[in-house]
């Protein structure tokens, strides 16, 4: 069991991330490939096997091991942008991938191929980059607004609980795989940790970010000394499986089919354009377009335009997906 020991202090600034982290879900769902597939994940997972290729190993190498992950391939920004995120993978100090590899290498749990990489030699360095960019090419991009609009509904789940009944409830019910308890000041947030046992870690006023994750299958914690806490938990499955969005794309067009996706939680207009990369008149006029077909409603909230999906817009894109 794990144990995450929370102050007042750390709930006060406590914060449910509102975008998945592009590596978290990428290291997931290398792990998810060398494990039986929960029913939502195996056509995901049939899929993506059949696509893997060679160049794709210096990646999957690391992700073998259901009880360990580096800590390195998740850097603690947690960013949603990939190209930003491989930088950051890219810049890691060599001491930190010797410390974190070549125990591995030594225990026999990772292959003496990654000997190079744990030496921080360049080319290895490029080698697992662009491993990492083609796996996410077959196991993620094709499934990212599926992910994304699963992620956004999460946080809508939870930010409705925050204002209904606080941040309490909001932990209790986070996942099943956790389990909360108050001891008066205290508070205790645990889980089972096939790799750290009867280990407790407190953020100490830091507060904890909470990362809701499609493909991760069971919480683990990243702790940045200079930073929050951050919580990872896998959202609550879906009877749906994870198919690739493409279909919906083709008939809408891309951007469109992204800005449908991104209506999931009652975003503004700006936080659509945010979110799907275009300018803000482009995001209104798709709004508009998608509205007229009924598949968004639109309202005022103050000075912002919010906009939802529909009973139509929801089965649209959740149905819209390949054979």
């Given at each position: ?14 914060v449910?991330r ?5 590596l978290l879900?990428l290291?997931a ?6 494990e039986a597939?929960p029913?939502?994940?195996?056509v995901?997972?049939?899929r993506t096997r ?5 160049e794709?190993?210096p990646y999957?190498d690391l992700?073998?091991l259901?009880?360990w ?11 949603s942008?990939?190209?930003a995120?491989?930088d ?6 060599t001491?930190t991938l010797?410390?974190e590899l ?13 000997g190079?990489?744990a ?5 290895a360095?490029?080698r697992?980059?662009a491993?990492m ?6 196991a993620v991009a ?9 992620v ?10 925050m ?5 309490d409830?909001?932990l209790r019910?986070?996942s099943?795989y956790?389990?909360?308890k108050?001891?008066g000041?205290r508070?205790e947030?645990s889980y089972?940790c096939?790799?750290?046992n009867?280990?407790t870690l407190a953020?100490?006023?830091r507060g904890?970010?909470l990362?809701?994750s ?16 951050v919580?990872?938990?896998p959202i609550?499955?879906?009877r749906?499986?994870?198919v690739s ?9 891309r ?20 979110t799907?990369?275009?300018?803000l ?9 998608l509205r007229s077909?009924?598949l968004?409603t ?15 817009g ?10």
């Amino acid at each position: 069991m794990l144990t995450l020991q929370l102050t007042a202090t750390d709930l006060s600034r406590t914060v449910l991330r509102s975008e998945p982290a592009v590596l978290l879900e990428l290291g997931a769902a290398g792990q998810r490939l060398f494990e039986a597939a929960p029913e939502h994940l195996t056509v995901w997972r049939a899929r993506t096997r059949a696509a893997l290729r060679p160049e794709m190993r210096p990646y999957l190498d690391l992700c073998r091991l259901p009880w360990w992950f580096p800590d390195f391939l998740t850097p603690p920004s947690l960013g949603s942008d990939l190209p930003a995120a491989l930088d950051e993978v890219l810049a890691t100090p060599t001491a930190t991938l010797a410390a974190e590899l070549r125990p591995r290498i030594a225990a026999g749990d990772l292959p003496a191929r990654v000997g190079a990489l744990a030496s921080g030699e360049t080319a290895a360095r490029q080698r697992l980059s662009a491993a990492m960019r083609a796996f996410h090419q077959v196991a993620v991009a094709p499934y990212q607004d599926t992910i994304t609009a699963a992620v956004h509904g999460d946080r809508a789940v939870r930010a409705h609980t925050m204002v209904d009944a606080g941040i309490d409830r909001v932990l209790r019910d986070l996942s099943p795989y956790l389990f909360w308890k108050p001891y008066g000041e205290r508070y205790e947030l645990s889980y089972e940790c096939g790799f750290a046992n009867g280990v407790t870690l407190a953020p100490a006023g830091r507060g904890v970010t909470l990362v809701p994750s499609y493909l991760l299958p069971r919480p683990c914690v990243l702790d940045d000394p200079a930073g929050p806490m951050v919580l990872a938990y896998p959202i609550r499955p879906t009877r749906r499986a994870l198919v690739s969005s493409r279909t919906l794309a083709d008939l809408m067009g891309r951007t469109r089919a992204a800005v449908l996706g991104a209506i999931a939680d009652g975003p503004s207009t700006s936080q659509v354009a945010r979110t799907v990369g275009i300018s803000l008149a482009s995001a209104s006029q798709h709004a508009t377009i998608l509205r007229s077909a009924g598949l968004v409603t639109t309202r005022r909230a103050g000075p912002a335009v919010r906009h939802t999906l529909t009973p139509l817009g929801e089965h649209l894109l959740r149905a819209g997906r390949p054979g």
